[in-house]
C-alpha cells in the first residue's frame, strides 16, 4: 500500500529550504564578521551549545515518539476497520436464515455491505475535512443518501442505518436475538473506531511544546557559529548547514507524522484502505467475480496515492 | 475544538516572566561581581553543569512524558465517553420494541438521551469541581433534578437513573433479557470512563518529583554563571536567559499538561466534547432538525473557549 | 484524596541526611587531603565522571519509570475496584426483579452491599500486611466474618460469598440466567483486580538493579572530588553534596514509589478508596440518607491520612 | 523455535561490508592527506562530532524501540493465532452434541480442524508474498481449494467457509444459538489478527527517518576524521572502522527487525508456528495417534529453519 | 514470594569474575607498557569513549527495558493465571445447581478442582523443560495421567478434558447453556495465558543485538585506557575495573531477566505461585480445612526457593 520508492534529496530538502538559506546566509555572516573584527572575547566555549544539543535531542526523542505513536494509531485504528467491516459482512451472512432463499434477504444483505463500504469512504472524506459523499454515490440509494446527508455527523447516521436494518432483520426473524445483540457489537467496535479517528483528528499536539522546541533549536543554532568560529573559519559555514538541516528534518517529520488525516500527500492512506475494504465486501457478497477490469483501474488509482508517502 | 492559533511569545514568556527576571538580575550581578573582584579560583569547569544539565534533560523528559500521558488518557476517556454516547443512543433506538407506536416509548426514549447529554455536562462540571447542574437544568425532568441532586456523586445518580429506566423497558417487555444485558454493559463502560477521570483528578503526580527537579534546575542555574563568567563577561548575561528559560518553559508545561481537569484554560475541552455529545445525541433523536441557531450558537461558544489551548 | 500542600525541605533532607553526611566528611577529607600533600598525579580527567553521570542518569530514568509504572498501576487497580463496586451494586439495583417488594429482597442487596465495602476495606489491609478485619467489623454478619476469617485468603472467600449469593438469587429466580452471568463478570473483575494488587505486593523489583545503581551512585561520588578538587579547592564541598544529593533523592524516590502497599505515609491511599466506596454505596443503597455526621467525621480521618503523601 | 547458535563474525560482518570498506578508504585517505598537507586549519573540535553522536544514538534508540515493537507486535500476534486455533478446536469438540454418534458430525469436525490448519499455512505463505496453496495442499478439500482459490484474499474466504460451517452446525441443531454466537467471536479473533499482520506488513515504516538517520550517520562518519587525525595519524583508521561499524550494524539490526514478514531468512517463524498448530490439532482430533514419523520429519524441516535467526 | 534478602557482595561479582579479570590485566599491562615505551602518539582524545559510552548507554537502557518487560509480562501472565484458577472455581460452584446433593457432583467439582491444580503445576514444568508429572502426581487420575501424558503437549490436553467436563456438566444438566459459554471463555483465558508463556519461552531475544552490545562493549573497554594512560598512570588499573564491572553488571541483569523460563534460581517463582492456587482452590473446595500441617511444609519449600531471587 505504502511505497518504498527512494525519496530524491531534492524532494526532502525542498521542505526545510527556506530555514536552510537562512542558516547559511547566518553563518557566512558570523564568519566574514569574524575575520573582519577580531571578536575573540565573545566566543562562547562549546560546552554550551553541547548541553543545548543533548536538551533538544530529547525533546525531539519525545516529540518523534508520540508523534509517531500517533500515526501508528491512526493506522491500527484504520487496521481494525478492516477487520470489523469484515467480521461484519461475514457474520451477516452466516447469521441470517433465510429458509425460502428469498431475493429480499439477498438483497438486504447487499445493500447493508454497499452501506458499510460508503461508510468507509466517507469516514475517510470526512476526516480529511471533504464532502463525506462523492457526488455520485454509488454504494448507497438514494433514500440513505438523503437521509444521511441531513446529519451533521454522516458516518454516525450511516451506523444508525445499520442498527435499524439489524433490527428489521430481528424483527422479521432472520436473526435470532443473540445474534442481534453479536451483530450490534459490532457496529459498537466501528462506532468506537470512528470515534477514536475524531479523536486524534481535533486533538493538536500542544502546541507550547512545537513552540519550544522551536525556541530551542534556533537558539542552539544562533549560538553554535559562536562556539565554531573561532577554530574554524568558513570550514564552519557547511558544517553549520548540514548539522541544523538535520535537526530541523527531525522537527519536519515529527510535525508531518503527528497529524495523520490532513489531506495531504503524506496522509494515512485511508482511500486506499477503504478500497481493500471493498474488494474484500464484494468478493465476499458475490463469490464468482473477481472484476478484473475494476481491479486494474483501481491499482492504477492507488499507483497515483503513492507519490512519496511520509514525509 | 482545539486551537492552531499562533501563540503570541508575550503569552508564553509571561508564564515564566518571575523565574525569568530573578535569572537576568542574578547572571548580571554575577558578571559585575566578577569584573570588581578578580575571583578566578571558584570559577567552575563546565563539565559540572554539563552533568547537571544531562540529568536534568533526561529527568525533564521522563517528567513531559508522564503528563502528556496524563492528558492523553484523559483525552482517550472523554473521546470514549463521546463513543458510548451514541452507541447507547443507538441501542436503545435499534433494541426497544414497541409494535403500537406508543407516544410513551418515544418520550421514554427521548427522556433516555437527554438524562445522557445532561451526564456528559454534569460530569464535566464536577471535575472541574463546579456544580453539577447550572441553574437552569434543561435536560433533566424536575424530579431527576432533585433526586440526583441529593447525592454527592451526582454523575453516578444519573447511571443509576439509567439502570432504572433499562429495568423498567425490560419490565414493560420493550426489550428481552439480552438486550437488557448489552445496554446494562454500555452503562458499565460509562460508569468505568467516569472512575477515570476521577482517577486522574484525585492523584497528584508524585509530589517529590516535582520538587526534586524544581531543585536540580536551579542548582544548574546557580552553577552555570560560574562556569561560564570567566571566559565570556556580560555576554553570559543573555546566554543565561536563553538557556534558563528554555528549561523552565519545559517545566511549565508538564505541570500544565499534568492536571487535565483544573478548570483552567487549558484544560481538556469538556464542555466542547459535552456540545458534541447533545449534538450527536439530537440529531439521532429528531432525525429531521438540524436546528442551525442553536448550532451557530454554540460554535460561538467554541470561539470563546479557543483561548490560548495547552500551556 | 492526596495532598499538595507544600513538604518542607527538612522533611524531604531528613530522608537522605545519613548519605549527605557521608559525603560532606568525604569531600572535606579530600579537599584537606589535597592541600596538605600535593597530589596533583592522580587527579581524574573530568570526562570519566561525566561518562558515569550519563549511565547513571540513564539508569535512573529507567528505574524511576519503572517504580512510576507500579505506582500507577497500583493506582489504576483500585480505581478500577471503585468503578466495579459502584457497577455491582448498580447491576444488583436494576437485575433483581421483586413483584411482591419483600423484605427478604431487600435485606438481601443490603448485605450484597455491606460485603462489598468490607471487601474494599480488607483486601486493603491485606495488602498492608494487617489484619482483615477490624475488631468490630460492621459491615459483615458474624456467620460471615466466623466463616471467612477461617480462610488464609479472606477477600477471596468474600467473593466466594457474593457468588454463593448470587446463585440464591438466581435458584429463587430474582435474577435470569444472562444476569446471572453478567453479575458472575463483575466479580470476576473484582477477582482479577484483587489478584494484580498481590502481584504487585509481592513481586520486589528485581534486586540486583537497586544494587547496582547503588554501586554505579557512589563509584561516581567517589570519583567525583578527585576531578574537581585540583581546580576548586575548597568550594567543591558545598557543589559534592549538591549534586550528590540531588541524585540520592531520585534513587530515594524509586524506591518509596516502586513497593504502593506496605503501610507507610506514602502509600496508595487504600483506606481513603474504601471510604470512597463505603459513601457510593450507602448513597445507592438509601437514597434519602446523606448523613452528614459521618460524612464529617470520614473527611477528618481523611485530613489525618494527608501525612505528606509521596516521598 | 528459535536459535540460539553462535552466530559467526563473519556472517554479521558480511552485512554491512561495504559500508565498512568504504570507511577504510576514507578514513586511510583523510591520514594520508593529513600528513602530505598541513592541513591543521580545518580540524573540527571533536564537540562537533560529540553532538552528532548524541543525536545519531537517540535516533537510533528510538528506531530500535519502534523496530523492535514491529517484530514483538507481529510475534504476539501468531502467539494469539496459535491459542485461538487451539481454542476452536477445543470448542467445536466440547460444543458439538452428538447424541447419534454420526459419522458426519466428526468428518465435520475433521475438516473443521483441517482447514483450520490450511489457514495458518495459507496466511503465513501470503504474508510472505507467496502462492497461498502449496501445488499439494493436504488439509483442504478439492472444491474448498477451488472456491478459495477464486479470491484474492484467500485467508479471509477460508474464516468465511469457516462461518458457513458454523451455519450449518447451528442449523443441524448440533449447537445451540449462544454456542455459535461464542464460535463466532472465535473466528471474529482470527480475523483480527489477520488483519493485524496486514497491517504490519503493508505499513512501511517512515521512509523519511531511514533516510534521516543514515544522513546524519554518514555526515557523523565523515566529519570524524576531522577531528581526530590531528591528535592521532594512522592509528583513528582502526577506530573510524570500529565505531562506525557499530553503529551500521545497530542500524542495520533495526532495518531486519523492522519487516518480519519478507521471506528472509530472518523473519517471523511463520511455518514453525503453522507447524505446531498442525501438531496440536491433529492431537486433539486423534488422541491416540502420536505419529512419530511425521513428527521427526517435521522436526528435521524446523533444523533447516534455523539459519541465523533476526539479522 | 520473592527475597528481599541482602545479596552479599561476592555472589554478584561472581558472575563476572572472568571479565572482570580480564579487564584487570589488560589495563595493567597498558599501564606498564606505557611507562617502559613512550607511546604518546596513540593516546586517544577522551571524547571518543565519551561518544562511544553514550551509545552503549543508550542501547543497554533499550535492552534493559525490553529484558525487563519480558520478565514482567511473564510475572503478569501467572497472575492472570492465579486469577483465572480462582474464577473458575468459584464459577463452578456457583453455576452448577444440584437439587440432590449427589455424590457425583461434588466429586466432579472436586475432581475438576484438582485438574486445575495439575494443569498449573504441569505448565510450570513443561515451561522450564522438565516432565509434565512428578512421579508421584497426586492431583490427577490415574486414567486422566495416562491420556494426557500421550500428548506432545499436556497443559493443553488437561485443558480438554476440562472442556469435556463442562460438556459433561452441561449435557447433565447441571449447568445451562449462559454458563457453560461463560466456562468455556474462562478456559480459553487460561490457554490465551499458555499460549503466551510458550511465546515468551520460545523466542530469543534477537540474538544481533547482544552480540553488537558485547562487541561495542569490549570495544569501549579496550579504548578507554589510551584516553586514560597518559594522564593516570597505574591509577587507572582500578578505574577501568569499577567502570567496566558496572558496564558488565548491567548486561549481565539483562541476560538473566529476559528468559524467565529457564529452570535457573533467578526465574518466575512459577512453583511458588502454583502452590498458591493449590492453597486458594483447596480452601475454597472444602471450607473447613485449614490443614496446618500442609501450610507449614509448604512455607518451608519456600523458604528454599528464596536463593538469591533475580541475577
Known amino acids: 500500500m505504502l511505497l518504498r520508492k527512494r525519496i530524491p534529496w531534492v524532494y526532502l530538502m525542498a521542505k526545510i529550504k527556506v530555514e536552510t538559506s537562512l542558516v547559511l546566509i547566518y553563518s557566512t555572516l558570523m564568519a566574514v564578521w569574524h575575520r573582519e573584527l577580531d571578536i575573540n572575547h565573545i566566543s562562547i566555549p562549546l560546552a554550551v551549545p553541547t548541553i543545548l544539543g543533548t536538551i533538544i535531542s530529547l525533546l525531539l526523542a519525545f516529540r518523534s515518539n508520540q508523534a509517531y505513536d500517533r500515526w501508528w494509531e ?3 485504528i484504520w487496521g481494525s476497520i478492516v477487520n470489523d467491516s469484515r467480521s461484519l459482512m461475514r457474520q451477516m451472512q452466516s447469521f441470517i436464515s433465510d429458509p425460502d432463499y428469498s431475493v429480499n434477504v439477498n438483497r438486504f444483505i447487499e445493500r447493508f455491505g454497499n452501506r458499510q463500504i460508503a461508510w468507509a469512504y466517507s469516514l475517510g472524506r470526512t476526516l480529511r475535512g471533504q464532502q463525506a459523499f462523492e457526488e455520485k454515490e454509488l454504494w448507497l440509494t438514494a433514500e440513505e443518501r438523503i ?11 450511516l451506523l444508525s442505518l445499520h ?3 439489524i433490527r428489521t432483520a430481528f424483527q422479521s426473524e432472520w436473526i435470532n436475538p443473540y445474534q442481534q445483540v453479536e451483530l450490534d457489537r459490532t457496529v459498537t467496535r466501528l462506532c468506537d473506531s470512528m ?40 570550514v564552519q559555514v557547511p558544517l553549520m548547514v548540514a548539522i541544523s538541516s538535520a535537526f530541523l528534518l527531525i522537527e519536519k517529520m515529527a510535525i508531518y507524522l503527528q497529524d495523520p488525516f490532513e489531506n495531504k500527500p503524506t496522509d494515512t492512506p485511508v482511500t486506499a484502505i477503504a478500497q481493500t475494504i471493498e474488494r474484500d465486501l464484494r468478493q465476499m457478497m458475490n463469490d464468482d467475480t473477481r472484476t478484473p477490469q ?6 492504477s488509482e492507488r499507483e497515483m496515492e503513492q507519490v512519496y508517502y511520509v514525509l
Open 74 to 76: 491512526a493506522r491500527i
Open 147 to 157: 437521509w444521511a446527508g441531513k446529519h451533521s455527523n454522516v458516518p454516525n447516521a
Open 163 to 165: 442498527a435499524r436494518d
Open 195 to 234: 470515534g477514536k479517528c475524531e479523536r486524534i483528528k481535533n486533538t493538536v499536539f500542544p502546541t507550547t511544546y512545537s513552540l519550544y522546541i522551536h525556541f530551542a533549536l534556533y537558539l542552539f543554532i544562533v549560538l553554535l557559529p559562536f562556539g565554531l568560529t573561532a577554530s574554524m573559519g568558513f
Open 294 to 299: 475494476a481491479e486494474k483501474q483501481r491499482s
